[in-house]
């Protein structure tokens, strides 16, 4: 079946430092690729997503780019704030089903 | 908030109690979804709906755990008989026609004494 791969944690980084979660999956087909980010004491919210090959998704300052040669969706942002502190997910929408399938998690610790 | 609501937010039961958890979606969603959390872990799937039709479930849906979704809107997953090993987190997430996201509600949490 579908797997998904990322980055362990816990990653720290300094405030406006450059930031790379790395996430590779496994595939039949072509599944949807998803970031979802959990904040402290929240649920799980969409960040991003990419429906196809050489799509980058976008948002808060967050990319990422559907890369099909390297079954890759790595997570980036250039210049992170303390409030990006999180858990991220990557997450292949399986392409035979409708579920998605949940990477163990980054936990994301930025310092002031 | 994403509009998908869960309750109750918290449940502490003794083992083997049966316990029973709501989930009411975004109202036009046809899709509904109930995913387990264990702390430092991703959510694994552990069933599908498409309106009331419960389309996929999860070999971690053990014989002791079924939910339902009578009318094609909210669902209600029961674990009979629980463990210690049922404590997590359940979230239910749910998807609109054409559209590739999920939504997903704030989690049920359960601890099993």
């Known amino acids: 079946g579908d797997s998904v791969t990322q980055m362990e944690g816990p990653v720290t980084l300094s405030e406006e430092a450059f930031l790379t979660i790395n996430c590779t999956y496994t595939a039949t087909g072509y599944p949807s690729l998803f970031w979802y980010v959990q904040y402290p004491g929240e649920g799980l919210q969409l960040l991003l997503k990419?429906?196809?090959?050489?799509d980058k998704g976008s948002n808060k300052g967050f990319e990422a780019t559907y890369r099909k040669e390297t079954t890759s969706f790595h997570l980036e942002k250039g210049s992170v704030q303390v409030s990006d502190s999180a858990v991220y997910f990557c997450?292949?929408?399986?392409?035979?089903?409708?579920?998605?399938?949940f990477g163990s998690g980054t936990r994301l610790s930025i310092r002031p | 908030d994403t509009g998908v609501s869960q309750d109750p937010r918290h449940k502490i039961t003794k083992r083997g109690q049966n316990v029973t958890f709501r989930c009411d979606p975004i109202s036009e969603h046809n899709r509904l979804y109930w995913y387990r959390q264990t702390l430092g872990q991703g959510p694994e799937f552990l069933t599908y709906f498409q309106n009331e039709a419960q389309l996929e479930k999860s070999r971690l849906l053990s014989d002791r755990f079924s939910a339902e979704r009578p009318k094609g809107s909210f669902s209600t997953l029961e674990i009979q008989r629980t463990e210690q090993g049922d404590s997590a987190m359940y979230l239910c997430?749910?998807?609109?026609?054409?559209?590739?996201?999920?939504?997903f509600g704030p989690g049920t949490r359960l601890l099993v004494l």
């Open positions: 997450a292949p929408r399986d392409s035979s089903a409708s579920k998605i399938i």
């Open positions: 997430a749910s998807r609109g026609r054409g559209n590739e996201t999920q939504y």
């Open positions: 990419a429906t196809k090959a050489d």
